[in-house]
């Protein structure tokens, strides 16, 4: 199963990859999470990603594409891989499918998550993220309210086009992002499963 996760900051896009990661068994590949890591450890790429994470933009495509591309070739995707962050505008979308069209490994859903900015303000300014390394909880440095305004506004730009790029690829499924989380993941995969059985 290839699956791609879309929403908005703060739709609850890491907590149902983590799900749905195991429900179908396919690895989670956040972006954000990968760019924190590298940050975290002072790569090249983190220094080089760093000033979009903190201000909310989006990190240059030539920086992500080419990440995307690498994790792609991991033996653990052989059978498929959710993708959460990742396509963030429609060139990236249509990298991606210029990727998995060439290896006949094509997407068999796109989620949707949808909710509303001034639910999005009430959970993200009140996230807290743990830290993988220490276990530790922090504030993202993008979880500051003047910074999520800007990510929402990223997103309302640059990355909504992609639901309608999707939706015309005949791929696309919304759901609510609303309500408990285990009642979010049933839907989901109620979703997924009725959307990839057509
Ligand atoms: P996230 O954890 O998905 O909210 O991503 C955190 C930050 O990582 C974003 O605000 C961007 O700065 C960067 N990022 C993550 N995914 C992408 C992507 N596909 N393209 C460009 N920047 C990204």
């Known amino acids: 199963m290839r699956l791609i996760l879309v929403g908005p900051p ?64 991991h033996s653990d995707t052989s059978n498929g891989f959710l993708l959460d962050g990742f396509p963030r505008n429609v060139f990236q979308a249509e990298v991606l499918r210029e990727l998995l069209s060439a290896k006949k490994t094509p997407i068999d859903a796109v989620l949707e998550l949808s909710i509303t900015n001034p639910e999005i303000f009430t959970r993200l300014s009140s996230r807290r993220t743990v830290d993988p390394a220490t276990g530790e909880y922090y504030q993202r440095e993008d979880d500051k309210r003047e910074v999520i305004t800007r990510r929402l506004e990223v997103y309302k730009e640059q990355t909504e086009p992609i639901i309608s790029f999707y939706r015309s690829e005949g791929l696309l499924i919304t759901i609510s992002a609303l309500g408990e989380i285990e009642e979010i993941s049933k839907r989901a995969i109620a979703a997924i499963n009725h959307k990839t059985s057509e």
Do not use: C, W
Request: hydrophobic share 35%; no cysteine.
């Open 10 to 73: 703060g739709a609850g896009k890491g907590t149902q990859a983590a799900h749905l990661s195991t429900e179908y068994k396919i690895p989670h590949i956040s972006t954000g999470d990968i760019f924190r890591a590298n940050l975290k450890s002072g790569t090249p790429l983190g220094i080089q990603a760093k000033s979009f994470l903190d201000s909310g933009e989006l990190v240059p495509d030539s920086l992500t594409n080419e990440m995307v591309k690498d994790r792609l070739t």
